[in-house]
């Protein structure tokens, strides 16, 4: 049985309605791991999950999945692997609406959120949870000014259309 604790966070994150945010899994003293199977669940309201990618070192044998609320990944490898302290997936979501959403680890199904060495003996770690903030929509502007010729002393009068702006100077 091991003695590393492996610490597994994702951050706090803000973002736009419509933008895909990359959702870093970061884990310190990630050695000599034979299998680890993760659940992290999100607001499906506001966040929709829209793919991932993994660090080289455990993209064989590598599950991840969408599920309801949750997102869960699992793998194993026949030899252990050692990444140290890395990020281990990026986790992509597309921001629906305004709101927030916690990313918080299931913490409470037994055999959720655990790493295991080769012999299969689970090596004790931490979870951090994180959350993103979406807002609306930065101001766009969807009408230009038009150019205008003026004598000079003349006044020139310019109007400009944009949306999510309640002024604009």
């Given at each position: 049985?091991?003695?590393q604790?492996?610490?597994?966070?994702?951050?706090?994150?803000?973002a736009?309605?419509?933008e895909?945010i990359?959702?870093p899994?970061?884990?310190t003293?990630?050695n000599d791991v034979s299998a680890?199977?993760?659940t992290?669940?999100?607001?499906?309201?506001v966040?929709?999950?829209?793919?991932?990618s993994?660090?080289?070192?455990?993209?064989?044998?590598l599950i991840?999945?969408?599920?309801?609320?949750?997102?869960?990944?699992?793998?194993?490898?026949?030899?252990p692997?050692?990444?140290?302290?890395?990020?281990?997936?990026?986790?992509q979501?597309?921001a629906r609406?305004?709101?927030?959403?916690?990313?918080?680890w299931?913490?409470?199904?037994?055999?959720?959120n655990?790493f295991a060495?080769f012999?299969?003996?689970?090596?004790?770690?931490?979870?951090?949870?994180g959350s993103i903030?979406?807002?609306?929509?930065?101001?766009?502007i969807?009408?230009?000014?038009?150019?205008q010729t003026?004598?000079?002393?003349?006044?020139?009068?310019f109007?400009?259309?944009a949306t999510g702006a309640?002024?604009?100077q």
């Open positions: 049985s091991s003695t604790t492996i610490t597994a966070s994702v951050g706090n994150f803000t736009c309605v419509n895909t990359t959702v899994v970061e884990v003293n990630f680890f199977s993760l992290l669940a999100y607001d499906t309201t966040l929709m999950f829209s793919g991932f993994a660090n080289t070192a455990v993209q064989n044998s991840v999945n969408g599920i309801g609320n949750e997102v869960r990944a699992s793998w194993f490898a026949i030899n692997v050692s990444i140290g302290n890395a990020t281990l997936l990026n986790l979501f597309t609406v305004t709101g927030q959403s916690s990313l918080s299931d913490l409470a199904t037994q055999g959720a655990e060495d012999n299969g003996d689970v090596i004790l770690a931490n979870f951090i949870n903030d979406v807002n609306a929509a930065p101001p766009a969807t009408q230009q000014p038009v150019s003026v004598l000079e002393g003349s006044t020139a009068n109007s400009v259309t309640t002024a604009y």
